[in-house]
């Protein structure tokens, strides 16, 4: 072990994560153009990237799902995972960060972004992971890169520690001085930076600036604190130690600047990667995994490729893995190693063996999905991740529109719920409908996009049914008589009933009274039968709930009397008394806690009183500064494109969450609408 903690030199995985439109596709792009992956740099504007080249996300200009680049930098092999940073798939993150060595958080100096950035943080923060902040768009920056620290720093628990001060010239950042090395450096285009002499005009802010880092750095050194009072100045090497020691430790978050649309800070923050990012003994270490026994991997996203099958891309933990080597997953499904590539972008190669460190894509692993582990060995792993996925905040009702296309629906909804955790399918026979339910519109947009490209399933879709019952408010009672003779045995049941409301979530409740065997024992059961039967649908074509059914007489046949006869009575009696006890809508209200930053609370209270929702009460989101957490009540009705209208309230970073709370009457025009809209 080195001293400054890293082990002998091994493959690297490093997550790119941050806020939406903060460059992070870019920067991979930059990434790749310096470490030799590509011979230019592409644009995301011109569709020409190497991550991003899905059709989904070239169509909408955006990171939909991880894109991974292996690279060569310096003899070190290193593995990108960029990751998307819009909330409707920031899920991905869940499954990728944890089994990477380190990530490097893009941001851009603007506030607005700040509520994002500290979405994107926290996750990091709570799965202790080590994170490097890239300041991206320094060419475009309009404050002093001291200012810009302090408003970031907001966002962050762990201390931001700066590492570069950027060189004016005429407003514009032309360059920067590594407080580390204390050299100065010119920006040039797409290229690495230019070494110069440190300018006299820029001395004295180095000498500040680099101060402020020791100090920070000496918060967890006392040698160097020492050395510090003493006015000596530590050995460089030393500086370096405790750069890399303090990040493993999570104690700072160093701070770079660049522009990744120029290439601006690449290598500078290449080489902190590899001098300075742990690696895999300091992962297997925070993940629990131990560095003995069978080769083990974990799967960070699964991809069906249509004609080129399932890839399971994964990072090895453990040993190594050759084609053809029969693996266990964490959910007990034994799998053979179709294939082992290795992958910048959608470009793969094919290899022999996989080591660990390493990251690849493993061909046909069926029965293991996104998140999953999986070990060559007899005995089954343990999972090493046990996040439980986002709770659905927008959901859809799908039909295809070819109705030969249903069981290809069915297969194709199983492989993208195994690519992505946080897409739900759930099947309500009930209500006759097949329901999407996702992290947003967009996130089900672009289901419904792949269904279509890469599966060939067309579908269309609607706003789910709502959960509407109907319930009586009175008293009422009647007879049902079925009689029918059609030669030889004839049906005849006859039934009397009562019916009562009762108290609101109580459901259903059935009972006799029969005295004098007026209605044979054998036959109550039937009657039951025919009055639950009836109640699936009531007067108002509605769900009966909250109703107590009593049978209190009733006359029978010897030899035409039937278990069928008698339902059929009771059927034809719960018919007639429904309607005359008073039927009244009922709707279903919903428990929500809405999360939103602090400044736009008044905008989502809004929200919630024009869906015709109850305030319950405000609170302070607990262990977040400067974000309030709303409580309220909003009928289900209400809830459908909530998430969209919070989102942009709230620059994107709002969110809730629901369960169902109670019934409660609708009366009313409201009560109008729903019922012209279901007869």
Not at 93 to 116: F, G, Q, T, Y
Not at 286 to 306: C, D, F, I, N, Y
Request: proline share 6%; aromatic share 4%; charged share 25%.
């Amino acid at each position: 072990m080195a001293p400054n903690g890293r082990g002998p030199a091994g493959p690297r995985c490093i997550a790119i994560v941050g806020p939406f439109q903060s460059g992070k596709t870019t920067l991979l792009e930059a990434i790749l153009e310096r470490t030799g992956g590509i011979t230019r740099a592409g644009r995301v504007t011109n569709g020409d990237t190497v991550g991003d080249a899905s059709a989904e996300a070239r169509a909408h200009v955006m990171s939909i799902e991880p894109n991974v680049a292996t690279v060569q930098f310096l003899g070190e092999t290193m593995t990108f995972v960029d990751c998307p940073g819009s909330m409707e798939f920031m899920h991905e993150m869940h499954n990728i960060a944890p089994v990477c060595d380190a990530a490097v958080v893009v941001c851009e100096a603007d506030e607005r972004k700040i509520p994002a950035l500290e979405i994107v943080l926290r996750e990091l923060e709570e799965a202790d992971i080590p994170r490097f902040l890239f300041i991206n768009k320094i060419d475009t920056a309009t404050r002093r890169v001291r200012e810009s620290l302090s408003m970031l720093q907001r966002a962050s628990r762990t201390p931001l520690l700066l590492r570069q001060i950027p060189i004016w010239k005429d407003g514009i950042a032309v360059g920067f001085i590594d407080l580390a090395l204390e050299r100065a450096f010119i920006y040039r285009e797409h290229a690495p930076s230019e070494v110069v002499d440190l300018p006299d005009v820029e001395a004295l802010r180095e000498r500040e600036a680099r101060f402020a880092m020791l100090e920070r750095l000496a918060d967890y050194d006392d040698e160097l604190m020492e050395e510090l009072i003493s006015e000596i100045e530590p050995p460089r090497d030393r500086v370096f130690d405790d750069l890399a020691r303090e990040l493993r430790e999570r104690h700072v978050m160093p701070a770079f600047i660049g522009s990744a649309d120029r290439g601006n800070g690449v290598t500078r923050l290449l080489k902190a990667l590899r001098h300075e990012a742990p690696g895999l003994d300091n992962t297997r270490a925070r993940l629990g995994v131990s560095p003995e026994g069978a080769p083990l991997a974990q799967v960070m996203k699964t991809l069906h490729m249509g004609q080129g099958g399932k890839l399971s891309i994964a990072r090895i933990l453990r040993g190594s893995f050759h084609e053809g080597d029969t693996v266990l997953g964490s959910r007990g499904a034994e799998a053979r190693v179709g294939s082992l590539l290795s992958l910048v972008g959608t470009a793969t190669t094919r290899v022999g063996e996989v080591k660990a460190g390493d990251v690849a894509g493993f061909g046909r692993l069926e029965g293991i999905a996104t998140g999953d582990s999986f070990a060559m060995d007899k005995t089954r792993p343990e999972a090493i991740l046990s996040q439980a996925p986002p709770e659905p905040v927008y959901a859809v009702s799908v039909k295809v529109k070819d109705r030969k296309d249903d069981v290809r629906l069915s297969s194709a909804l199983t492989k993208l719920t195994e690519e992505d955790p946080s897409l739900t399918v759930d099947a309500r026979p009930d209500m006759g409908e097949i329901r999407l339910l996702g992290q947003g519109e967009m996130h089900l947009r672009v289901v419904v996009e792949r269904l279509a490209s890469r599966f060939q399933v067309g579908v269309e879709t609607g706003r789910p049914r709502v959960g509407y019952a109907e319930t009586i408010r009175s008293h009422a009672s009647a007879r049902g008589r079925h009689r029918k003779q059609t030669g030889g045995h004839g049906q005849f049941g006859d039934v009397m009933i009562e019916i009562r409301p009762l108290p609101r979530g109580e459901g259903f409740a059935f009972q006799d009274s029969i005295t004098g065997g007026v209605v044979p024992r054998q036959y109550i059961p039937s009657v039951e039968t025919g009055v639950r039967d009836a109640i699936k649908s009531g007067p108002l074509g509605f769900p009966v709930v909250d109703l107590a059914v009593e049978l209190t007489d009733g006359s029978y046949h010897t030899v035409d009397s039937s278990d069928a006869a008698f339902q059929a009575a009771a059927r034809l009696a719960l018919a007639e008394a429904l309607p005359k006890a008073k039927p009244v809508l009922l709707e279903p209200i919903l428990s929500v806690e809405i999360t939103t930053p602090t400044e736009a609370l008044s905008k989502a209270t809004g929200l919630v009183t024009a869906r015709r929702g109850q305030i319950l009460g405000y609170n302070g989101r607990p262990g977040w500064s400067g974000w309030d957490v709303i409580s309220a009540t909003i009928p289900e009705a209400e809830i459908g494109d909530l998430i969209v209208e919070l989102r942009s309230a709230t620059a994107g970073v709002g969110t809730f969450s629901t369960k169902f709370d109670h019934m409660a009457e609708l009366s009313g025009r409201p009560a109008e609408m729903v019922l012209h809209k279901a007869h």
